[in-house]
């Protein structure tokens, strides 16, 4: 292709500096940021949490959270007669920097439910800023609300506009706020983590949602996120930032193919490493199928009133064993660990769990005492790292309490048996006295997996365990789990979204769909060439993380009501 | 909604009628009745009165039979004629007296409620949009004085200044020629020239009080991000305080007016008769000790349906600007 006149610039953003004072001094969460976007072009930023990805994409627009501040550099924005306006020298509460915001910049956010105002309509809110920018009247305004609604694919947009966000799925939100975003057309969009809170099928279709209008509307589009598999989907150019440092800035190709920083390469490293099996795993010889299961569910059925969560689930899990659990949210995934855990009480069905004398009993039907002593052997550990500890408990205390509870160990003992655990999950034990919030999201999920196994379990059912964590913490959390594994004998349910994370290290995996388990196989048969329909429609969805593989067209959604009847369920 | 509320409005009736049946058990419950009182008043007095004629005192008033068919008649007559019964005290019909006092109550705490809000609500706003500024720490110095110094100490303090200083009748709402006189403008300016004493004092400790929480309310609401969606749209950022994070931090408030009403006749106790405030809290308060139970009882109605009143007031309310609960 031959190299035409690089187009101006439409932002250009130079040696940018963000800072928060805090109690203790100066934070700078952005430092010396530099990148400019063209016209029609996307840039994504990718950073784990902490790089100040976020706070450089609020920089933009001057809507960085109180207290911090622009201290220098410029952001310079092209307007229609070529000028340069630098929105950093603006008045964060001045007219010209409002007629930016909405107007020729508009941004998208993360968790587009509470994005939107629980009070007021969706309509109201577009047509608000149509009002405001455009100065349209209001029958104008609600018309083109209307047609935005339609644009960005909400069905009957004449009822949806006057609909509230939570009358509204979380990827109709989303859409949403795309079209309030784009309402006044324009120049920039900003795109902060949009699809971080969606599935992978509704995000695939966001993804599309916004390419479209991008090249419809000529549109520049900065994509804010920490999944390097989107990027390799949409981007045009990448900066890498870690720690309010850009770390390496450069066409998309360069970035995956021809990283030159360390921390780029350990980011697309940690990928990459999760598009195969762990080693660990590759190299262990297979589970032994035809040994009694440890745990052995049939015909597991859970109602909330008229909702069946859970529609006759039959699955075995056999000793030393990781079993996948896959599905959307709202496919039945969670509750069927709960009710394993008899966090429920299942509606229907058996739960035979092989105690370690051999005796078989049926958790479902357990009660008092008996159910107690089941419970020691089987433990949870569960996605939100930051909710999951009491954050007025040490971390001592919280790793001792199963031990408490159950009358086994006290005082010094005790605390050995406490430094011992943390030991085994790679914390430092000097560190026990101190309380959650002085560690990290990994630390935590650590301290949540030794509480897990503080009392021997046999089985353990992690909810979405990694799926909080940064990448790169991800797979160290994973080999944690499996190198207890081994060393414990364990057998896992691990219950996640992601695709990537059940390859790496689940030998079994089940495919949940509205309450039921429409596939089960060994997981590179699942995870590579799955027989069930709605399982291809899943792994279609997923981005790869290759910018050199960007078929959007094999991408397709499943919907039980199209299929032949008997493809439906298995099991 | 409209089925809602007429399912509300008809489990009133029934708790209309236990409240008041408990709240006359309740004002029947210490040893004695009226008469009991009233012996021994006279005989503080060093009147003597015979059992004969206490008895025929009960008699009169209907004490000497048992206490459900007492209560009965109570009831009876409250529902066919509207009537409250007599005051043994006053010796006058219930409902006579506590017209005017409910008016006069209901005008005084309508004031001051306004007042409070109109002072509180923006300061709060103010306070936490401008968390930890001089302004910010003048107003908490200000709401925590205001929450600290009892309200007959500022009323006492207030009454001083007015009447040593300006020369102002103090006590009571009404200049004594103007007490009993009937309703006239002269008598309207009269009222608002001695209602803005204890509007002062009233609103001062709930001022006090509803910054903090209206502070609290919106420092919550301020980081959602629907407040920076709003900024990111562009809005000033006064406009989009007042459309977004202060409608949703006033939710909490209308939750409060089910007990704003009932308030009315039973709070400010001690500031009334520091005032000698012609408003019903004074007269329950005396009517209890004089075991004066229609009257009392009366009152104790009369809080009860405000109360019932109050809260389905605030639940229509609620419903009214929170779509979230209207669609549920």
Known sequence: MPQVEPTPPLLDVRDLVTEFPTRTGVFTAVNGVSFSIAPGKTLCVVGESGSGKSVTARSILQIVDQPGRIARGQILLRGPDGNMLDLAMLDPRGRAIRAVRGARIAMIFQEPMSSLSPVHTVGDQIIEALRLHLRMNKTEARAEAISLLGQVEIPDPQKAVDRYAFEYSGGMRQRAMIAMALACKPQLLIADEPTTALDVTTQAEILDLIARLQKAHGMAVLFITHDMGVVAQIADDVLVMNQGVVKEYGPVEQIFHAPKDDYTKMLIGSVLKLEHKAEARASRPPIDMTATPILDIQGLTMKFGEFTALDKVSITLQPGETLGIVGESGSGKTTMGRAVMRLYDPSGGRILYRRADGAQVDLAELHGSDLKAVRRELRMVFQDPFGSLNPRMTVAQIIAEPLLVNGIARGRQLDERVCHLMEQVGLNPATRERYPHAFSGGQRQRIGIARAITLNPRVIVADEATSALDVSVRSQVLDLLMRLQDELGLAYIFISHDIGVIRYMCDRVGVMYRGQLVEVGAADKVCNNPDHPYTQALLSAIPRPDPRDRDRSRRFRYRAEDQPEPARAVG | MLRFIAKRFLWMIPSLFAVSFLAFVLIQLPPGDYVTTYVATLASSNEIVDQNAAAQLRERFGLDQPMIV?????????????????????????????????????????????????????????????????????????????????????????????????????????????????????????????????????????????????????????????????RAKGLSELRLLLKYPMRIALNPFISTIAWLLPNLISGSVVVAIVLNLPTAAPMLLQSLMAQDMYLAGAFVLLICALTLIGSLISDILLALVDPRIRLE
């Open chain 2, 70 to 230: 007492q209560y009965s008649k109570w009831i009876w007559g409250i529902v066919t004629r509207g009537d409250f019964g007599l005051s043994f005290e006053w010796q006058q019909p219930v409902s006579g007296l506590i017209w005017e006092r409910m008016a006069l109550t209901l005008v005084l705490a309508v004031v001051s409620l306004l007042v409070t809000w109109a002072i509180a609500l923006p300061i709060g706003v103010y306070s936490a949009v401008r968390k930890y500024s001089i302004g910010d720490y003048g107003f908490t110095i200000f709401s925590f004085l205001g929450l600290s110094i009892p309200s007959f100490l500022l009323a006492l303090v207030l009454m001083y200044v007015a009447a040593v200083h300006f020369g102002q009748s103090v006590g009571g709402l009404f200049s004594p020629e103007y007490e009993n006189a009937p309703w006239s403008f002269g008598k309207l300016l009269d009222l608002l020239h001695h209602l803005w004493l204890p509007v002062i004092i009233l609103a001062v400790s709930s001022t006090a009080s509803l910054i903090r929480v209206m502070r609290a309310n919106m420092l919550d609401e301020l980081p959602k991000p629907y407040v920076t969606t709003a």
